[in-house]
């Protein structure tokens, strides 16, 4: 028999899944086991530091300067975690112990070594941001060793550096985050080799965006007040980070309150001093900020049919001025701010203007950027109505990156056919973990759980879109554990399985917090996500908690036990570290339950307590965390939203029933709920397999057919026993992730039978902007329902997935006794057999 357990309920959740996983916390320093810390009685290793003293940094003169600035940062890195700091120097005057740091090619000390015979590169040169690491005894004269770094091109230089500073114990937010490291008196890193071999997705970056309530009063009122904006000390930061973070790519903040990425003539020069490949925003082609760049008064109307010259116009000033750098541009045309194009007429008509823009900018590129125009790295994005313009014959030149979006909620609305996979061009995706819009925003806390992430990302992968991911990171520093995630799965995506989230939080937890508590922090982040997974604290205005099932009752205390674990870490946690897992975990999860509390409390007092608590915890976080650094970093209320606002002046607290369920121990309630991975028998597609996916949906894991390469699905099946206690009809009720085919031609279907009746068809797609989709994505479900005749007696549910992409959550069987709930009713004790999963 299976215990009954409801799922969210009073307990630690996330930890009883993850105690059930063939997972342990790793030292992070083990995910590059040749480029790791070594001791004294090892020989071979090189000493970085020891005894007090600290080897060299060399890196030749005429290299990049991004080069340069790694070994700055490097240099910093050793001092913050030993007390000494690394001298750098050139060629001349070398120590006897040397990091010797290099581009293949543009630094002749690495190009000398290669010829000597004592640097082999073949597994790197002439790669993409590849890069060997590798101790080398006698390298040059006066030298007795050397660790040598020796990058593929510049970014792998960069990388490889990078890869250092966290083999040593330095994490990618020391700065953004405020991670401290842990202190070593020595510093030795094992001999050996190690490659960086090239990333899994080419371009790999953000989009800082609806930046108005964190990045830019925080840019402009704190850190770069000179500029009063966000500005090139900003950028330069944001690139340090992305480069840490094994990055490339990067759409800077775009909004009216945020002048221009190029009104400051220094900021394109930043970018290229840290190799950042530059873009711009799917409503901003060929580079340009539209917001704050076009000046109607004086260029005219933002009107193809009115205005072509003086568009065209603006968009080659652009290419002369920013053409020598490092770009990636986007094509096509929307409106002024994340509006569809202007000019009207029928969708043919819209077709064919919008196919003569792509025409015009392509000259332009080919003119002004490279005369092999298909050299030229340039994406289309398809977003919201630019997505039907495709669907209806707009042609994308092949050479072009399709970059599909998802439907801002994290659900890939679209990915590319098979036909459409053999473009040269290839794909990308554009992924949302914050967002302003319908149904609802979410712009203040991130709560995408990573394991959506792998299920979405993967899924884009294994169908083509490899070239570039971008994800929209709104003000960056609220999404790091999300937008780290994202950034590593886009370097190893095969690095990653279906146990990926819980696999990241114990290792991110490790690394940045020590050991004594990484289970727990991992434990407390995944309940985190999955408690605020089908309700973010920004929907809870919109959700239908009632008082049935004790859901309400059970929520509130899932949260407190979340808040009891953090605040007996905070208090246990050195003070070096504290504000590091403030931002990271205890905001966060303090005011999510205070949200909850707010909300669904029930008494005018403690909504209030709540409200007022969620204030003074952001007024701590901007006035007093790290010394005031992150002062206007963090809004409890972006855009004035009604969710937001006190208990006396926000609308009526939703309605939340007094009815209350019978107990449900061994007597049937009427009703039969069972997560999906209790499936009694699960029978597999010719090439693909049932595979249940660690932190994702309301159970936590949820159940898919993998790989979503394979669109034929042959006999897979979910078979489920039950008991039916009387003869009746019964609702079938399968909560399924709320995804999107795959591309054109697909669905979304799964099909029900009881026992050897034939199958109801169920399609769970759903349009963009609808009602329906508005409501799953609230919801973070979407429920299939199918009615069945039962005689009473022993049954059995047939599920089988008809396209591929289906992603199983829950499986509620109503008898005629089930209530109405946000959440689903509990778990019950059924007729399950022990075997099931």
Known sequence: ????????????????????????????AELTPALALGSESEAGNFPLVRNHAAAGICVDGNDFKVVHIAADCLAADVAAVT??????????????????????????????????????VRDVKGKWESCVIKTVTNPLPGVHSALVIAGSDRRGAAYGVFELSEAIGVSPWVWWADVAPSHRDALLIRGGEHILAPPSVKYRGIFINDEDWSFQPWAAKTFEPETNDVGPRTYAKVCELLLRLKANFLWPAMHGCTKPFNSFPENKIVADDYAIVMGSSHAEPMLRNNVGEWDAAARGPWDWEKNRDGILKYWEERLQENGKYENVYTIGMRGIHDSPMPGGGTTADKVARLQQVLGDQRAMLARDINPNVDQVPQIFVPYKEVLTLYQHGLQVPGDVTLVWPDDNHGYIRELSTPLEQKRPGGAGVYYHVSYWGAPNDYLWLCTTPPALIWEEMRKAYDNGARTAWILNVGGLKKSAIDMEFFLRMAWDIDSWNQNAQAVYLKDWALRNFGNEHAADIAAIL???FLLNYPAKPEHLLQAQFTGNYHEKENRLSQFNHLVRMTNTIYDA???????????????????????????????PGEAQKAYDQIQAETKYYNEQLAGGKWNNMMSANPRNQPVFQPPAAA??????????????????????????????????????????????????????????????????ELDYNFFAPTTGTAAVMVYCIPTH???????????????????????IDTA??????????LRAAAIGTTSHTLAAGSHTLKLRPLDPGVVFDEVVIDLGGLKPTQLGPPWTVSEISASSH
């Not at 000494?84 to 040397?98: E, F, H, M, Y």
């Open 1 to 28: 028999m299976m215990s009954r357990f409801r799922l969210p309920g009073s307990g630690p959740v996330f930890a009883a899944l993850l105690a059930a996983l063939p997972v342990t916390p790793r030292a992070w």
């Open 83 to 120: 007390g000494v700091k690394p001298a750098i120097t050139g060629s001349a005057a070398l120590p006897k112990d040397l990091v010797l740091i290099g581009t293949i090619g543009t630094s002749p000390s690495i190009d000398k070594l290669i010829q000597d015979g004592k640097l082999d």
């Open 526 to 528: 995944g309940d985190y």
């Open 573 to 603: 946690m050195p003070p070096e570290k504290k504000d590091a897992f403030y931002e990271c975990v205890v905001y966060p999860v303090r005011c999510s339950a205070l949200m909850n509390e707010r909300w669904l409390s029930g008494t």
């Open 651 to 716: 609308p009526g607290t939703p309605a939340i029933t007094d009815t209350e369920s019978a107990p449900t121990g061994q007597g049937n309630p009427g009703y039969i709920s069972m997560p999906a991975a209790s499936a009694v028998r699960k029978t597999d597609a010719p090439g693909a397999a049932w595979t249940k996916i660690f932190g994702l949906g309301r159970t936590g894991q949820a159940l898919t057919l993998l790989p979503t390469t394979t669109t034929s699905l042959g006999n897979a």
């Open 741 to 763: 085919s795959l591309y054109p031609g697909l669905q979304l279907r799964y099909s029900a039978a009881v026992d050897g009746e034939a199958p109801q068809i169920v399609n």
């Open 768 to 777: 963009e902007f609808s009602k329906p989709w508005g409501i799953n994505v």
